[in-house]
């Protein structure tokens, strides 16, 4: 079945350090990726997208994400976190222009001072 | 422009109850989509309406639920009779149907507890 897997429940990083939360998919074709976020009370907000060309994406709030064919992966990172980015973050794709979004079980980020 | 709006935000309703879930989509957007997360799940899709119509509804669990998008603009989403198992948030988006691929923005959500 066509799925996208984030390993990683919950983390915990320190203010100022780099941070990467990973995301693999499984399907047959390259699908159209995304990573959201939701913030305590907000709804979800789009950080960045991969559909083709250059396989690494820049995205707001200083975010960028590397698709990896080999790997079937899709990561997100930041150099430098804030610690206004602790929030929960959705890896999701689609396989069409106008299709539903498949969602991985996201990623709880706690950020530390 | 104002962004997806869901009403109520917060809904708790007793077993057997019925509850009306309300989305409005950003303006001039063809496509709407209902999205439920139970707690400690995942994001699980619903159902996907063009403008009227029903597009893709293989998300809906049952037919307790019931949605509907009157003259294709604001959508609402009818539970009825409510089971504990609906208890979640349910995610309305919205895109157009041309541009930009498929990029959904999403309400915050209503959180619906049944008791």
């Known amino acids: 079945a066509q799925s996208v897997t984030q390993p990683d429940i919950h983390i915990t990083v320190s203010e100022g350090a780099s941070l990467e939360l990973r995301c693999n998919y499984s399907?047959?074709?390259?699908?159209?990726l995304f990573w959201y976020v939701q913030s305590p009370g907000q709804g979800l907000q789009l950080l960045l997208k991969?559909?083709?060309?250059?396989?690494l994406v820049q995205g707001i709030k200083g975010f960028e994400a590397e698709f990896k064919r080999s790997q079937s992966s899709f990561n997100l990172r930041k150099p430098s976190v804030h610690w206004s980015d602790a929030a929960e973050y959705f890896c999701?794709?689609?396989?069409?222009?106008?299709?539903?979004?498949?969602f991985g079980t996201g990623t709880r980020l706690q950020v530390t001072l | 422009e104002a962004g997806v709006t869901q009403f109520p935000s917060h809904s708790v309703i007793e077993k057997g109850q019925t509850v009306t879930l309300r989305c409005d989509p950003i303006s001039g957007h063809d496509n709407l989509y209902w999205y439920r997360r139970v707690m400690g799940k995942e994001i699980k899709f619903l159902l996907h309406?063009?403008?009227?119509?029903?597009?893709?509804e293989s998300g809906m669990p049952n037919n307790r639920f019931l949605a509907e998008r009157t003259g294709g603009t604001y959508s609402t989403l009818k539970v009825q009779p409510a089971e504990l198992e609906d208890s979640g948030v349910y995610f309305c988006a919205s895109s157009r149907t041309s541009g930009s691929h498929n990029e959904q923005f999403f309400g915050p959500g209503t959180r619906l507890t049944v008791l």
């Open positions: 399907y047959g074709a390259t699908p159209y």
């Open positions: 999701a794709y689609t396989t069409g222009t106008a299709s539903k979004l498949t």
């Open positions: 991969y559909f083709s060309g250059d396989t």
């Open positions: 309406f063009v403008k009227e119509s029903k597009q893709d």
